[in-house]
């Protein structure tokens, strides 16, 4: 649930909150003039003199009359009999007069009791006329609660009419003041796809929003700055490396082929020819740091041409030969994918991989090879999934497999354990072709390499 909202549903609550509170008051407030008005009126049935009050109506009933009146009066004996002496209704159509609750009536007091035989309420008024004789005063509260009724029907109208106006308008108001948030979202997303020139919209100056929007510009150009100078340094450090090992090479070779001159003549001793032997050898070892790193620079740069690559023949092929350099059981379950690519670099991913299979996991350990062609958000893409049984590599340790040098562990030599470079190789060759690479772990409990490349 987003902010807007959140903020709509609290204001509706609490104008939900605030007009309940307001027709409770007004209903009860309604309620009891109601019933003064009631009481009052009841009271003025007999007036100051229930007595004279009494013989008038006694009176009265002995003459036929239509006249109809709500009040019927009645008078409680000292033995507590009730004798009625006007009924409510007409004279000539009287209504039945209603069971008091005499345990619950006292000298001038007001009460409502309902007839449970007559399944309607009432109010009383008594009055004490002297003697234990007492004049009750009673009205059926029939018209009361049906005005209370509608008027409980219009507050709770009112209530929810109140509370949806409020929510439309609160709603407008929140999605016009949360506009300038809205626009930095969209922005933010621009500037996380890579669209690193874009800046945050300006808020109103002055105001929380227009702050933030201060902060973030000053940010993202602190940033931009940053990954300025970053990509410049790593520009230099790169032409640098490129230059050196351009460089290297002539002499190199030179050295080597010094040392195979030197180590061809008899007349070495053995030390000498020991020397030489180790020249030789650590000539070789940097001519081959020297390749593998203008290797990596030429796939930091490359781009992919047209020509069509059967990247299920090269699988095959390289996983086939593994089973010749390393006999091992190896699993695969290979379709027929062509890409659109470089076939040399394909070549060298699956060579750097089947090496590494070779030098970090146990002999005879099982391997298992997928290449499959998918669907993934509404794409074609080949999937090669290659599982191994070694000792894989940490979940924190996973994307800092793919930088330049990196090693798992430090104490590896270079003659055991490479130059730590095959995995950025393998890296750039994928990212060149509009790939994505991710390291898992096996169902084995090894290293899952899974690659996926659009298909041709």
């Known amino acids: 649930m987003n902010l807007k909202l959140r903020i709509t549903l609290v204001t509706a609550l609490l104008i939900a909150i605030a007009s309940s509170a307001i027709g409770i008051a007004s209903y009860f407030s309604i309620s009891r003039a109601q019933i003064d008005a009631i009481d009052l009126s009841l009271r003025n049935a007999i007036g100051a003199n229930p007595v004279k009050a009494i013989d008038r109506q006694t009176?009265?009933?002995?003459?036929?009359?239509?006249?109809?009146?709500?009040?019927?009066?009645?008078?409680?004996?000292?033995?507590?009999?009730?004798?009625?002496?006007?009924?409510?209704?007409?004279?000539?159509?009287?209504?039945?007069?209603?069971?008091?609750?005499?345990?619950?009536?006292?000298?001038?007091?007001?009460?409502?009791?309902?007839?449970?035989?007559?399944?309607?309420?009432?109010?009383?008024?008594?009055?004490?006329?002297?003697?234990?004789?007492?004049?009750?005063?009673?009205?059926?509260?029939?018209?009361?609660?049906?005005t209370m009724s509608q008027i409980l029907l219009s507050i709770i109208v009112f209530v929810s009419g109140v509370t949806l106006l409020g929510s439309v308008i609160c709603w407008l108001v929140v999605r016009r003041f949360f506009k300038p948030v809205d626009s930095m979202i969209a922005a933010a997303g621009e500037i996380s796809h890579g669209n690193t020139a874009l800046l945050v919209p300006n808020a109103t100056s002055g105001t929380e929003l227009g702050d933030l929007s201060d902060a973030l510009n000053a940010m993202l150009q602190g940033l931009r700055n940053s990954f300025e100078k970053t990509q410049k340094s790593e520009q230099s450090l790169r032409n640098f490396v490129s230059d050196a090992s351009h460089e290297i090479r002539t002499p190199l070779t030179v050295i080597r082929g010094y040392g195979e001159i030197l180590l061809a003549k008899s007349t070495t001793t053995d030390s000498e020819r020991r020397a030489f032997e180790r020249i030789d050898s650590e000539a070789k070892r940097l001519e081959r740091l020297v390749k593998s790193l203008l290797e990596l620079d030429r796939r930091d740069e490359i781009r992919t041409g047209q020509d069509a690559v059967t990247l299920s023949k090269i699988v095959s092929t390289y996983f086939e030969d593994l089973l010749v350099i390393s006999p091992r059981p190896v699993g695969l379950a290979i379709e027929p994918v062509t890409v659109i690519g470089d076939s040399d670099a394909w070549e060298q991913v699956l060579g750097n991989i089947t090496q590494n299979i070779v030098r970090y996991t146990p002999a005879g350990s099982p391997v298992s090879v997928e290449l499959h062609q998918i669907m993934n958000e509404g794409k074609s893409v080949a999937?090669?999934?290659?599982?191994?049984?070694?000792?894989?590599?940490?979940?924190?340790m996973r994307e800092r497999i793919f930088d330049r040098f990196a090693r798992l562990d430090d104490s590896r030599s270079t003659e055991t354990g490479g130059f730590g470079l095959g995995m950025s190789i393998i890296k750039a060759t994928v990212i060149a072709h509009l790939g994505t690479i991710a390291l898992q772990e096996s169902p084995t409990g090894g290293l899952r390499i899974r690659i996926q490349v659009p298909v041709s």
């Open 59 to 146: 009176q009265q009933n002995r003459q036929s009359s239509d006249f109809y009146t709500p009040i019927a009066i009645g008078k409680v004996l000292r033995s507590g009999e009730v004798s009625v002496i006007r009924p409510a209704g007409t004279i000539d159509s009287p209504e039945t007069f209603p069971l008091l609750p005499l345990a619950d009536i006292d000298s001038d007091r007001a009460l409502t009791f309902t007839d449970s035989a007559l399944e309607k309420q009432f109010r009383l008024v008594v009055r004490d006329i002297g003697r234990g004789q007492r004049v009750v005063v009673v009205t059926e509260l029939e018209d009361y609660s049906n």
């Open 383 to 396: 999937e090669l999934v290659i599982d191994d049984s070694g000792p894989g590599i940490p979940e924190n």
